[in-house]
Structures are given as C-alpha cells and as structure tokens.
C-alpha cells in the first residue's frame, strides 16, 4: 500500500464491504464492517446488501467504543435490522426510508433472480430423475451461525461440476432454521441445509408434515460431498439421527470442585442417560457431547419424559446459561438406500 501510494477521501458518506455477520444474543444482529471509502459514523442510516439499518454503536478491533471510522478501519457495528452476507456492499444513505428503500430494492432483485420455479427433489431423488434423462437441479435453502460459512458455501457450490446437474442457492441466512424457513421450502421444492444450526419446534413439526428435508452438518466438506454423490446418484446414508427430547434451561448453579449444573425443564420427549445431547442458544449448536449427570431432585435418574423438571451437568462444559436449549438425540446405523 505505501509503495502503491493508494488514497481514499474521507470527506465522503462511507462506503465499504461486510467482512462477518451474525447474530448475538443481547445485542442482535452484528456486522463486522471494512470501510472503504469516506468516513462512517455512529448515527448513519446504511444499506448493505438487502438489509438496513442505522449506526447505534461501533467498536474497534480492540472493542472499543468508536464514534466514526475512515478508509481502511475494520469496524465491528450494532443497530441493523437484520443479519446481511458477507461480501454485501456497504453504503451510507441521507435517511432511514431511503436505506429501507434501497435494501428492499436490492432483495426484490435478488429475489427474481433466485425464485425461477424450480421442481421439488429430495437428495435421494436424483438419481431417479437423472437416470430418465432428466437433467438435475438441486434447489438449497442455507441457514448458518455466521456469514462467513455462507460465503464459502456458495463459493464452494458454484465450483461443483457434475454434467446434467445443477444446484442453486434458492435463499440463504444467519440464524437458526425457522418455520419460514420451511414454508419457503416446501413452496419451491428445496432442501434445507443448516451449519451449526438446528430447526426449532415449529420448524421441525412443519418440516414433518410437509416432508421438506432438513440435512444438518458442522463442517462444509461433508455437506458438499454428500451433495456430489447425490448428484452422481451414489449417496448411501449410513447414519440416522432421531430426536429424542429437548428441555429448557430455567437455571443455573456453580457448585465447587464440580462445574455449573443447569435446572431444566424437558418440554419434548424424553431425556436418558445414554443420548447424545447438544446445547443450543439462539438455535445455533454451541456444544455437542454426553451428560455428565441428569438427576431428580437429589437422586441419579436414567431417563426424565415431558413435563418433568431435573437438574443436569455436561460433560467438559460449564457455559450454560438461562433459556439455553438441550437437545437429546439418538444414532443409528441404516441400511444403504
């Protein structure tokens, strides 16, 4: 850069690129902003991508409070309406209806460019239809706990070259999967795919009833080559998940020389012993492994069924916190299709 002798004018409304975005409980949706041209300051109404706010707090790398950033200052900025995508242009607007104005624009856009009626397949369905000649296009749906893996995934989908197959980004976000999510789903024939993320309550009922395909992954590779093989017709799922029951965290206690327990309340299901269990916050998978111990009031119990309150304890993970989601669930080998 100083050999290059780049400038940028910093008497201008701020432009720039969002580098991460998620979604943080107690604060919202948060961006991490790289301005770019001018300087941006606490109280401007901005657009970026299809989303828009207005500037309530900014902080630097070190997280401290700012009031305006110039040209090359990575910003980490609060008060947007919604979670954008990494890689959406950032720009400063004169007012908050011409933000909302100009985000609306831009999803309208996308979403012509998007929604072009494609037909309902499954992962599994694919390779009937491309054995009839037929030539394949798996529409997705996305959900991630941050912007970044949205990024990569599209990227990393666009690079996929299977001949007489297609597959599209129909929608993606931050955020866990949600009844919407489902509805949209289940409208234009997609499957939905979530990256540490799982579906609520209502998101898994619809799903059920509407037999949209929910495929959930912590790692990228492992969704891309399952979306390969299908594409080639040679997807042979070896493992299937069954939920087994969820519960509520109403409480936590720090006891010494122990850890935190946690006093829950099992709204779905049943709880065992022998489940794997993961902690969700805000729907997005924070943890996953075994109980430590599960207990009704001061006895050991194996199991606790719907309704029922009961303390536990995770296994090596002490962060838990009030209105925390334990998820139960059970794996087991299947036959391949």
């Not at 950033?69 to 979670?83: F, H, K, N, R, Y």
């Not at 998940?241 to 006093?263: C, D, S, W, Y």
Request: overall charge negative; charged content about 30%; glycine content about 10%.
């Amino acid at each position: 850069a100083e050999l290059g002798e780049y400038t940028a004018n910093p008497d201008r409304h701020a432009d720039g690129s969002v580098l991460e975005a998620r979604l943080e409980k107690g604060r919202g949706p948060v961006a991490t902003v790289l301005v770019q041209e001018g300087t941006l300051k606490k109280g401007d109404s901005i657009a970026l991508g299809t989303v828009w706010g207005r500037v309530r707090a900014m902080s630097d790398f070190n997280g401290n409070p700012i009031k305006e950033a110039g040209p090359s200052t990575p910003v980490e900025v609060i008060g947007l309406q919604d979670v954008p995508t990494a890689g959406d242009n950032v720009v400063v607007v004169k007012d908050d209806k011409a933000a909302r104005a100009l985000a609306d624009h831009r999803a309208d856009l996308a979403k012509a460019a998007n929604m072009d009626g494609p037909a309902k397949v499954t992962l599994e369905d694919l390779l009937a239809r491309a054995e009839e000649g037929e030539k394949v296009t798996l529409n997705l749906i996305v959900k991630a706990d941050v912007g970044g893996t949205l990024e990569a995934m599209k990227s990393s989908v666009a690079k996929i070259d299977v001949p007489g197959t297609e597959v599209k980004l129909l929608h993606n976000a931050v955020g866990a999967i949600s009844e919407s999510d489902i509805t949209l789903a289940h409208t234009y024939g997609t499957v939905v795919i979530g990256f540490n993320v799982r579906p609520d309550a209502k998101a898994r009922r619809a799903a059920d009833s509407s037999g949209v395909e929910i495929r959930t992954y912590s790692v990228i590779y492992e969704a891309l080559e399952e979306i390969e093989l299908a594409l080639k017709g040679l997807l042979s799922p070896t493992i299937k998940e069954t939920l087994q029951g969820t519960a509520e965290v109403r409480e936590t206690f720090n006891i010494p020389k122990v850890g935190t327990a946690a006093g829950c309340r099992v709204m779905e299901g049943t709880v065992s012993r022998p489940h794997n269990v993961r902690l969700l916050r805000d729907g997005i998978v924070v943890w996953d492994g075994k109980l430590a111990s599960l207990r009704r009031f001061k006895d050991d119990v194996k199991s606790v069924e719907k309704g029922y309150e009961c303390g536990m304890r995770l296994e090596g993970f002490n962060d838990l916190k009030s209105g925390d989601v334990i998820e139960a669930y059970t794996q087991e080998e299947v036959s391949p299709i």
